[in-house]
Every structure is written in structure tokens, then in C-alpha cells.
T-cell receptor, first 114, second 113 residues
Framework: AQTVTQSQPEMSVQEAETVTLSCTYDTSESDYYLFWYKQPPSRQMILVIRQEAYKQQNATENRFSVNFQKAAKSFSLKISDSQLGDAAMYFC???????????FGKGTRLHILP | GAVVSQHPSWVICKSGTSVKIECRSLDFQATTMFWYRQFPKQSLMLMATSNEGSKATYEQGVEKDKFLINHASLTLSTLTVTSAHPEDSSFYICSGTGHYEQYFGPGTRLTVT
């Protein structure tokens, strides 16, 4: 069975600093997607970044980047120049190619300290 | 990006009554929609997968007779919580599969008194 593990229930970072959120997953599939979603207090789910497993290059979206280690089944999110608006719950998620179903980790609550 | 709406955003109902939540894809056709439940400070738990024109597929442990899902068109799926009880109080989120990703609705807060 596929599982997604986020070992950090909460993290804090000083504004303008860099923070890394950890995620590991377990799967026997070779073709899949990995995602990081942000859920701010409004509770609207927002896609932050997506990584296709077949791509070796790490995905990047402005201040957000990932460190994808396929062999280690690790998928961490780095947020650079943290801003107050980055404060939210962050969910790591997984989906296999042939299925639309997404499996979420338990989430990491990120606090930004002014 | 594509937009998914949910209605209502917040509903309060009495124990024993039924409540319907609508999920609409506004600018794309969603062959597949998903329904999630989220308790406070917890992750999203997938309840069921809804395919247009066919019966929903429920996750293990989800009562299909209690949570009725209908996906009558490519832009509308509904979740009906039947004979609601206080333990059904939760935040319900739907999502629709678009061309490249899943798009999430803003959620519906259900409070059963």
C-alpha cells in the first residue's frame, strides 16, 4: 500500500529565512506524481509544486523548490525567503499515473515568525 | 487555473436530518470527482471517488448508505449526508480531475446539532 509520511507536525521559521519540510513515501510503483499542497486558514487547497517521478530534475516554482530523491523515496520542500503569507498547513501527496486518486500525508503546520 | 465551487460553504442541521452538498466544476468537465473529509488539524481523508454516470466507489470504512454520492453530469457531483449525527460534523472538500491536476473546492463546514 502506498503511504506518505510527514514527520514534522509543526515547524517555525523566521521571516526571510529558508525552511525545509520533509516527506517520505512508500510505493512499489515506478510511475507516479508527487505534490506539495498548501492549506492556509481559509482551508482552500492550493497546489504549490508538482514533480513527475520520471524526471530527475527537481521542480522549482519561484521561492519553492523540491529535493526529490527517488531511490530514497524522499520528497522535501524548500521555501526560500519565507514570507508571512507562507504560514499554512503543508501536505505532501502522491498519485500514481494510472489513477487520479491522491494520497495525502498528515501535514506540517508552518509558522512564520516576524 | 480551473475553478471548483461548493455549496453551501457552511451548513448547520439538526440530528436526524439529511443535508446535500454540491460540488461544481465551473470551467472544465470533471469525469472524476473526489470527496474528502477533514477533521480539525488533520489531513484530508478520501471518502469516495465519483465517476460521471456511474456508482461511486467508497473507501474502506465509509458508509455508502450514509454518504450518498451522485455524479449526474460532468460538472456536478453531490454528497448527501443522510440521518446526520453530531459525529458527522466535519469539513467536506470535493475535487475534480482536470487536464493536468486535481482542482479543489473551497470546502463545506457541516455542523450537526
Amino acid at each position: 500500500a502506498q503511504t506518505v509520511t510527514q514527520s514534522q507536525p509543526e515547524m517555525s521559521v523566521q521571516e526571510a529565512e529558508t525552511v525545509t519540510l520533509s516527506c517520505t513515501y512508500d510505493t512499489s510503483e515506478s510511475d507516479y506524481y508527487l505534490f506539495w499542497y498548501k492549506q492556509p486558514p481559509s482551508r482552500q487547497m492550493i497546489l504549490v509544486i508538482r514533480q513527475e517521478a520520471y524526471k530527475q530534475q527537481n521542480a522549482t516554482e519561484n521561492r519553492f523548490s523540491v529535493n526529490f530523491q527517488k531511490a530514497a523515496k524522499s520528497f522535501s520542500l524548500k521555501i526560500s525567503d519565507s514570507q508571512l503569507g507562507d504560514a499554512a498547513m503543508y501536505f505532501c501527496a502522491y498519485r500514481i499515473y494510472r489513477d487520479d486518486k491522491i494520497i495525502f500525508g498528515k501535514g506540517t503546520r508552518l509558522h512564520i515568525l516576524p | 487555473g480551473a475553478v471548483v465551487s461548493q455549496h453551501p460553504s457552511w451548513v448547520i442541521c439538526k440530528s436526524g436530518t439529511s443535508v446535500k452538498i454540491e460540488c461544481r466544476s465551473l470551467d472544465f468537465q470533471a469525469t472524476t470527482m473526489f470527496w474528502y473529509r477533514q477533521f480539525p488539524k488533520q489531513s484530508l481523508m478520501l471518502m469516495a471517488t465519483s465517476n460521471e454516470g456511474s456508482k461511486a466507489t467508497y473507501e474502506q470504512g465509509v458508509e455508502k448508505d450514509k454518504f450518498l454520492i451522485n455524479h449526474a453530469s460532468l460538472t456536478l457531483s453531490t454528497l448527501t449526508v443522510t440521518s446526520a449525527h453530531p459525529e458527522d460534523s466535519s469539513f467536506y472538500i470535493c475535487s475534480g480531475t482536470g487536464h493536468y491536476e486535481q482542482y479543489f473546492g473551497p470546502g463545506t463546514r457541516l455542523t450537526v446539532t
